[in-house]
Nanobody
Framework: VQLVESGGGLVQPGGSLRLSCATS????????IGWFRQGPGKDREFVAA????????NYADSVKGRATISRDNVKNTVYLQMNSLEPEDTAIYYC??????????????????WGQGTQVTVSS
């Protein structure tokens, strides 16, 4: 099983990034996928999630209106578009696959597979 994040980098405040999570080794269509982040000195926190069919999405209040999560079930990839980035968005961003039948997409402990993360730094 692999989840590989990409698309991170250094961006100025107000800028945008699109993060990608390329997956392999499991039946992608069967899994909801989430994004989490961990900033310097902070706990890992939920950012956004999308269910297996892309019929349902969920966002943290801190990114609502600035982030869009989507998935391509042909490419087995999930995307996180982040706009109007703020220094507070600086973190390592991780994607993860939700354990089947888990209900709460916001809880990190409900995710069974994790990527290694991609660094996002928002700074002028």
């Amino acid at each position: 099983v692999q989840l590989v994040e990409s698309g991170g980098g250094l961006v100025q405040p107000g800028g945008s990034l699109r993060l990608s999570c390329a997956t392999s080794g499991f039946t992608f269509d069967d899994y909801s996928i989430g994004w989490f982040r961990q900033g310097p000195g902070k706990d890992r926190e939920f950012v956004a999630a999308i269910n297996w069919s892309a019929g349902s999405t969920n966002y943290a209040d801190s990114v609502k209106g600035r982030a869009t999560i989507s998935r391509d079930n042909v490419k087995n990839t999930v995307y996180l578009q982040m706009n109007s980035l703020e220094p507070e968005d600086t973190a390592i961003y991780y994607c993860a696959a939700l354990r089947p039948f888990a209900q709460d997409m916001r809880v990190a402990g409900n995710y069974v597979y994790w990527g290694q993360g991609t660094q996002v730094t928002v700074s002028s």
